[in-house]
């Protein structure tokens, strides 16, 4: 791409190195805040850049906060005894969402991925196997996504916790609420099947 | 949307004002620069503030430049007789990569849309017309969309000039190259065969 102000070339690379922009999306938001007030650029750039100077985690369970404790872990109306891993911010916010959950979380801020280079030394994948061996956790339930990368993850977290006499469980597998069973894939419909659960259950709130 | 963090929520609320970035693909944005070094969030908004702050634009085609007169205006060896009018900067670089024009443009910065409140006076439209009324141009060439707007402004520039004995054309609708004639839409196929071309022309050089 041949740009005829250098102003714009500088702006649209440093916008393309976003994931999923490439340089044609990143000419048009660009463009667009050109016809927009100054002040929104302002606005954006401040904000960005104060989000990525001053952004704190949770010294508890990693999560993206705003104080040392995040609001989950500092409320004592919770079950600091069930512990959830995820991956990250969005997958709390997914849970909490759902309104279900009452315990804490501890976000890994990833997955074991060799391909990307992300190792176990990476992720806060140590924390969480001490707060379980201190004995404050009676049930830990991997939320992990249901990938290879997610499941070799679970898998090392398992063995490093070894045999706490503690609960370990998982997020059940199975056809999504709505969706027809003949357009499921095999593989989650046979899942479904081996791991059906009592009827009642599903209408007798817990 | 819950966020666990002011920050987060500011940076993902600025991000998402940009044009077909939602919510979700703004947080996944925002927690991608987290994930990066710091500087590279200080570069994308050092650019974008620089970029919003310093942009100028061609005293004479009005296209994006930084320096008083663009690259184009400024080459002696365009044919400054032949004006392309077009819409924005990214018609300029679609047009100047075909290789196929050596006139001079004119960027009239968007087209006459009553319905997103944008009217002639907002547009690069008079210069345009001082300029062909000066008697400095040969011929004008629309390349504006196909759209009910762009015609609409081309109409509105036509009218503008009135008989000024120069040559109006507008680019050529027809079949895109390596297009199946079965699957054109019936305006654009009638258009191409009321606009027939001769056939040495499509082989011939000019």
Redesign the interface.
């Known amino acids: 791409?041949?740009?005829?102000?250098?102003?714009?070339e500088?702006?649209v690379?440093?916008?393309s190195?976003?994931?999923?922009?490439g340089k044609r999306?990143a000419?048009?938001?660009?463009?667009?805040?050109?016809k927009q007030p100054?002040e929104?650029?302002?606005?954006?750039?401040?904000?960005?850049?104060?989000?990525?100077?001053?952004?704190?985690y949770c010294a508890s369970c990693h999560?993206?906060?705003?104080s040392a404790l995040?609001?989950?872990c500092a409320n004592k109306n919770r079950n600091h005894q069930i512990v959830c891993i995820v991956e990250?911010?969005?997958d709390?916010?997914a849970i909490?969402?759902t309104g279900q959950f009452r315990g804490i979380y501890h976000v890994l801020g990833g997955k074991i991925s060799p391909i990307d280079g992300v190792g176990p030394s990476q992720l806060n994948i140590n924390t969480v196997v001490e707060k379980v061996k201190s004995g404050s956790v009676n049930e830990i339930i991997f939320a992990l996504s249901s990938t290879m990368e997610g499941d070799t993850t679970n898998f090392y977290i398992y063995k490093q916790i070894g045999d706490c006499g503690i609960i370990i469980s998982t997020i059940a597998r199975g056809i999504s609420v709505g969706d027809e069973l003949e357009y499921a894939d095999e593989v989650t419909l046979g899942r479904s099947i081996l791991q059906r659960v009592p009827f009642e259950k599903t209408f007798k709130n817990n």
Chains 1, 2 share one sequence.
Request: aromatic share 4%; hydrophobic share 45%; net charge negative.
């Open positions: 791409m041949e740009f005829s102000s250098k102003l714009i500088r702006a690379n440093e916008m190195q976003l994931p999923g922009i999306t000419l048009r938001l660009v463009l667009h805040l050109l100054k929104q650029t302002g606005f954006l750039a401040q904000a960005l850049v104060a989000m990525r100077e001053d952004i704190k999560n993206i906060s705003d995040c609001e989950i990250d911010i969005r709390v916010m909490e969402n």
